[in-house]
């Protein structure tokens, strides 16, 4: 971690602290929480995330609807980063803080551990 002279921390000069550690820490608490509903007609596991309403997946299993959520919420969260001056406006600055989170983690696997499953209304 980078020690700012005089402790003298301003906007200008925050950004020389904030490494990957930090952010990691500032994100914890940031999760990813997903509405599990069980289609009646094909048995399939539809996952809805509470956090980005519009990225919704599905799978033959809860763990297949599980990594493909996780998938989904690392590409967007590449497209959300790339195109900043697009997403970054209106409901979407709301998003920032789980999609640096996904970001920072670049893991698809430890983005899915990090998922919380609850039961839909079905």
């Known amino acids: 971690m ?4 005089n402790n003298n921390i301003t906007k200008d000069n925050i950004s020389e602290i904030l490494n990957d550690e ?3 820490i ?9 509405e599990k509903e069980v289609s009646e007609e094909d ?3 539809i996952l809805c995330l509470d956090e980005i309403e519009f990225l ?3 799978g033959d299993s809860e763990d297949e609807a599980l990594t493909e959520m996780a998938k989904e919420i690392l590409g967007h969260a590449e497209d959300y980063f790339g195109e900043l001056d697009y997403w970054y406006s209106g ?5 920032a803080p789980y999609l640096l989170k996904a970001i920072l ?3 698809v696997e430890k983005i899915k551990e990090l998922i919380i499953c609850r039961p839909g209304e079905n």
């Open 2 to 5: 980078v020690a700012i002279k």
């Open 26 to 34: 500032i994100l914890e608490p940031y999760k990813f929480t997903v």
């Open 22 to 24: 930090f952010l990691e």
């Open 56 to 58: 919704i997946t599905w």
């Open 43 to 45: 048995g399939l596991v």
């Open 91 to 95: 409901n979407g600055k709301k998003h």
């Open 105 to 107: 983690i670049n893991d």
